[in-house]
């Protein structure tokens, strides 16, 4: 009796675990479907309407990159602060001064830069992405392109691809630098024994050519899993006002889920390159 | 043998631009031959819209066959549909959907400038010269949202007429125009009809409007879409008889 109602009592909970798994893989299914058709346009109209495409690529830039220079060195001068400052310090101290270049490099330039850049860009340009492709679909402009024989991946996805892109790279080098560069500030000012060509050096020999390349490719997939996911949000379906907060917030949720896990793809990268 | 028709819908099922799960009107058979000026008309919410937007192609038929230019739209390329698209212009009804974060003047450019058939300084004059033919060129650097909506239809009209077209449709104009505007609107498109003439470039216009009054005379072709049917008026007195929200009485028939 009591089996038999554990067994009525656990089936609601696999009957919704399994409709929760199916979504998963629906979305996923959409996502990977709405990533491939933005890529074949990107590879198949690559020099098509330049004079119309180069100049939104250009303000994505603007929007996604140039305007979050102050939010990113702000965030460069604190990790260096917080983080690199007192790593040194405390490396020093305990007299482990030789893993100072391989704690950096593993730290910031791989992990911590790169994820932390692509949340700042997420918070700035992808959900405004969302909010605008969304109302652009409400207001029946999406249509309207298409009505004008303008292909909207073409128009509305592929600069925001390349934009995020070269934004989230860009971005991620110099907040790097930044970093490192007032990290062995701090440092100094706390006093610690530590020269400026140690320092440098020590970052040196814990770089390997892998690095810039893992580094250029992550950084770039990360702005493309942002743009592709925010614009598929705002594009997939009509989106009633009421509905913007809650697709918005999915579409943060999934491209942090996103960048998280092409990051630990990359952890094999560096293991095994 | 028949010549082909512009566009031509056969059995046509047709949904609503949102929801293809909703099918507005059924069984819809209609033929737009060259130069024909049709004026399709309906109460609010009848599908008109929806019509003219499954007749040019852009929302796909919940049932039937469409043809473009001879060509059944579901067998066609990619490459085709694009060329399609630059063919028929199509004028939005309320605001004319402009894109607002492009000023007027670049509303118009932009299909100029993505086809890519002009050079940056033609493509400018005649997008100018559009803007002026139809009393915009003072609110060229304007957004579209300093323009009232009678005037951003216009805007429509001339961004549909950028690139050279062989059919317009052109979505409820009228609806809630001062009756000057309204007059323009009639006047336009019977003159642009004209001057396709004359270049010896037949236009086909399809217009939906809520009744018949203004285009009497000045079209060529009627039809009605009542009960969730198409049907199409042959005779000038059931077009003469016909107001909106008075019940159908004309004659329901395949136009094929």
Known sequence: ?273 | MSVSAEIELIGVGVSHEDDPEIVLIRDVHWRIETGEWWVVSGGPASGKSSLLSTAAGLIPAAAGELRIFGREVVEASEQEHVGWRRQIGFVFGGGGRLFGNLSVLENVLLPLQYHGDLGPFEALERAEGLLELAGLRAYADLPPDRLGTALQRRVGLVRALSVPIRVLFVDNPLAGLAPSDARWWLEFLSDLRARHAERNEPLSLVVSSFDFEGWLGRASRFAVIAERGFHRLDDPEAVAAYREGSPFRGQARPSV
């Open chain 1, 1 to 273: 009796m009591s089996a038999a109602r554990d067994a009525g009592a656990s089936q609601p909970f696999f009957e919704s675990a399994g409709r929760r798994a199916l979504g998963v893989a629906r979305l996923f299914r959409e996502l990977a479907a709405f990533a491939l058709i933005t890529l074949a346009v990107l590879v198949t109209k690559l020099g098509v309407s330049r004079r119309v495409v180069h100049p939104l690529v250009s303000s994505q830039i603007w929007e996604a990159g140039v305007r979050l220079l102050p939010l990113i060195s702000f965030l460069g001068l604190a990790l260096g602060l917080l983080v690199i400052g007192q790593t040194t310090a405390l490396l020093t101290r305990l007299g482990a001064q030789q893993f100072i270049g391989t704690v950096m490099v593993t730290v910031v330039v791989r992990e911590l830069g790169p994820l932390l850049t692509a949340i700042v860009v997420l918070a700035r340009a992808g959900t405004a992405t969302v909010v605008e492709l969304g109302t652009m679909r409400a207001m029946g402009e999406v249509r309207a392109l298409e009505s004008l024989g303008i292909d909207p991946i073409h128009y509305l996805v592929i600069p925001r691809t390349l934009a995020l892109a070269t934004a989230v790279f860009c971005l991620t080098t110099y907040l790097i630098l930044l970093a490192l560069l007032s990290g062995y500030c701090f440092a100094f000012l706390q006093g610690v024994p530590i020269k400026p060509a140690a320092y440098f050096g020590q970052l040196g020999d814990a770089l390997r050519w892998q690095d810039f390349v893992l580094l250029g490719l992550k950084t770039s997939l990360f702005g493309a899993v942002i743009a592709v996911v925010n614009c598929y949000h705002g594009l997939a379906r009509h989106l009633a006002i009421a509905d913007v907060s809650e697709v918005t917030a999915r579409a943060v949720v999934q491209s942090v889920t996103g960048c998280v896990v092409l990051d630990a793809l990359f952890l094999v990268g560096y293991v095994f390159v």
